[in-house]
Structures are given as structure tokens and as C-alpha cells.
């Protein structure tokens, strides 16, 4: 099942820039709302990868988050998915490295609707990590989610708050998106 076809399925996509504990907060929400996440499929494309990454590589990491989260829309049992980031994370890489995105990935972010982002805030401090490229750019790239998630009119809000304070604050905000979306 295609997951436009599973029309009371409600999509939580949890993005922003690096080391803001995206992948914390969709764990802790599949577990409070009882249902599966969609994790990051970069991470695990690149975790292998001893060189640096291409536009093409780019493109492969698109068609992994892709697949995977058409693969965990159509299974779940449940009426709420959790998206540990999505594939407009790719637009935002390539914009960045390479100076363009393919028509197929902008595409595919034209047709593909999240009900609710939670876009997690740079308010907690860089942990260095292998895959993590760009600690002192995390200004430009709150920046670079806040104009792209305007461009396809996306409905988010700003997640802050250091450790539970900040898990708390997005369950209560897909707490209080859900009652809404109940009426």
C-alpha cells in the first residue's frame, strides 16, 4: 500500500541540522505513541563509506529513505508515523554541496505531505560524531530548514529545551497536533 492511499495515517517528520537529537527524539515518540519510526537511512549508507560522498551517492541515500519509509507506511498498524528526518534533508545537502538538487528529489518533496515537523533546535551543544560535517554552520542550516520548510508550506514547530524538557516539548506538541487534527 502506497503511503498517499493510507489517508488517516498521520506523518511526525523530526528534522533540523546536525546534532540536535532528531533520532532521540523519534525513537522516544515511536515508543510513547506505541508505533514505528522511519530511521535516517544516511546514516547507515555512509557509516561504511571511506571517501567522499557524491552527488550520485546523494541520490542513492534518497531512494533508501524513500523506500524505507514506503516499506514502514504500509506496515504499520498504527495511525501515526514518526520520521526521523526525511529525503528534503537530501535538497538541503545537495543545495549545499554540490550547488543543485534532482528534479527527482524536488519532485518527490512537491508530492510527498508530513503532517507536522518538529524542526529541533540548535540549542544544544555539537556532540562530534564521524558522520558530522559542519559544527560551525549550524545557524546557516537552521536557516536553510526554516526557508525550505516555508517554500512547501510545511506546518512545523521549534523543538528546544535540553534533555527531558526537550523530549516533553515534543510530545506535548504532537499531543496537541493530533487533538487538533482529531476535530
Known amino acids: ?3 498517499e492511499n493510507k489517508t488517516s495515517l498521520k506523518k511526525i517528520a523530526v528534522v533540523g541540522p546536525e546534532s540536535t537529537g532528531k533520532s532521540t527524539i523519534a525513537k522516544f515518540l515511536a515508543k510513547e505513541f506505541k508505533t514505528l519510526y522511519v530511521p535516517e537511512y544516511s546514516r547507515y549508507y555512509c557509516q561504511d563509506l571511506n571517501r567522499q560522498y557524491t552527488l550520485q551517492d546523494e541520490l542513492n541515500m534518497f531512494h533508501g529513505q524513500v523506500a524505507l519509509e514506503e516499506a514502514l507506511t504500509s506496515v504499520t498498524k498504527k495511525d501515526i ?3 526521523d528526518t526525511t529525503f528534503l534533508t537530501v535538497k538541503i545537502w545537495c543545495d549545499h554541496l554540490f550547488n543543485e538538487t534532482p528534479k527527482i528529489v524536488v519532485d518527490k518533496i512537491n508530492t510527498t505531505h ?21 559544527p560551525q554552520k549550524r545557524d546557516h542550516f537552521m536557516r536553510v530548514w ?34 487538533k487534527s482529531e476535530h
Not at 114 to 134: Q, S
Not at 152 to 177: D, P
Open 114 to 134: 508530513y503532517d507536522l515537523y518538529l524542526l529541533m533546535d540548535i540549542d544544544l551543544p555539537w556532540e562530534d560524531d564521524i558522520l558530522r560535517d559542519f
Open 81 to 83: 508515523l514518526i520520521c
Open 1 to 3: 500500500m502506497k503511503q
Open 146 to 179: 526554516k526557508k525550505e520548510l516555508n517554500a512547501i508550506n510545511g506546518n512545523y514547530q521549534v523543538i528546544s529545551g535540553q534533555g527531558t524538557e526537550r523530549l516533553n516539548n515534543a510530545l506535548k506538541c504532537v499531543k496537541q497536533f493530533l487533538k
